[in-house]
């Protein structure tokens, strides 16, 4: 008798490279419209290889790139993946008062909502920019209409992180489901495991021998998120930035995409709701 493989949770943290985190302090919101946009290129193209690969997704979606690409934004959810919210304009949730992030939240949901026609329910906060200082998020997500979110990282890392949170689905006092980014734990220490720039920097097979052995040791799900403008080598380079900024976020752009056709290749993907069964 032959069993399923595993299946796990496909995700795309939908914004531009000019909204990272990385480049806050060079870039400000008031430039973003006098930017070309490349968003919506890069999801497009990722929308296709999913197409493709017959791999389903959650895109954990800026509320900005919604208002900006609703042609965008309708694909998605025509294509039958999942539309998240990662907020309105990925300020950092630790950046912001209760009542601006309820607005934020807000706002998001509501853009997202009327753009695509059908609720959002998941949410992943930019930069993973929750912590202990502001787990009054949950009640706003709860308050707000969310079921889960996707929004902690248990690392320890210079911009995010927390190490000693739980490592796997969970759920929260407030009601909300949170599900972590995946680590693997070695010599009592997390080690990210999830994507994004790990991912980028690490050759193929030494992400793919963790991902197994994450499968291998673990009875949850994996869950993997990147973002489009990791796949775009030709993006302009901002200037201004730190060294350590424009080393993490253009490092082997050009390998990404061939890594991501490997990855739908060697494992089972689909949506954040149907892989941890959340109604």
Known sequence: ????????????????????SAFEKVIKPSDWDSLSIRVEDNTNRLLDLFQRKDVKCTFFTLGWVA????????????????????????????????????????????????????KVIGYRAPSFSVNETNTWVYEELQQAGFVYSSSTYPIQHDLYGVPDWPRFKHQRPEGIIEIPVPTINSRDTNIGIGGGGFFRLYPYWLSSRRIKRFLNEETQPYSFYFHPWEIDPQQPRVKGASMRSKIRHYINLSKMEGKLERLTNDFKWSTMKETYNIK
Request: hydrophobic content about 35%; glycine content about 6%; overall charge neutral.
């Open 1 to 20: 008798m032959t069993t399923k493989p595993q299946l796990n949770a496909m995700t795309v943290d939908v914004e531009d490279y000019f909204h990272v």
């Open 67 to 118: 208002k900006k690409c609703p042609d965008l934004i309708r694909r998605i959810v025509n294509e039958g993946h999942e539309l998240a919210s990662h907020g309105l304009s990925h300020k950092r949730a630790t950046l912001m008062s209760r009542g601006e992030f309820r607005a934020d939240l807000l706002d998001s949901k509501t853009i997202l909502e009327q753009v695509s026609g059908v």
